[in-house]
Nanobody, 118 residues
Framework: VQLQASGGGLVQAGGSLRLSCAAS????????MSWYRQAPGKQRDLVAT???????TYINSVKGRFTISRDSAKNTGYLQMNSLKPEDTAVYYC?????????????WGQGTQVTVSS
């Protein structure tokens, strides 16, 4: 099982980006999917989570600006980021709890850089 994150880039403050996280391999089911971010010199922080049933949670600093979603048919998760701010600059990682055959494990994507210029 692998997770492939994509969609990062350089954007001006106030702009938008859409991150994608595609799971591949032998997948029985995908449980929670989450996005984390890590700014230079800082720890990796949870940004948003979506459950199997579609319930979503966000950190306060992105509420109203970011939207997490998933397409179960495509085994893909998304993070729509609007009204981006320079403080959103970080490497963004996706994580998913995936059942492959009878094994449930957490998997990380490789990270995608998001840079917001002022």
């Amino acid at each position: 099982v692998q997770l492939q994150a994509s969609g990062g880039g350089l954007v001006q403050a106030g702009g938008s980006l859409r991150l994608s996280c595609a799971a591949s391999g032998t997948i029985t089911s995908i449980k929670n999917m989450s996005w984390y971010r890590q700014a230079p010199g800082k720890q990796r922080d949870l940004v948003a989570t979506i459950s199997t049933g579609g319930e979503t949670t966000y950190i306060n600093s992105v509420k109203g600006r970011f939207t997490i979603s998933r397409d179960s048919a495509k085994n893909t998760g998304y993070l729509q980021m609007n009204s981006l701010k320079p403080e959103d600059t970080a490497v963004y990682y996706c994580k998913a709890n995936i059942r492959s055959h009878f094994i449930l494990a957490g998997y990380w994507g490789q990270g995608t850089q998001v840079t917001v210029s002022s």
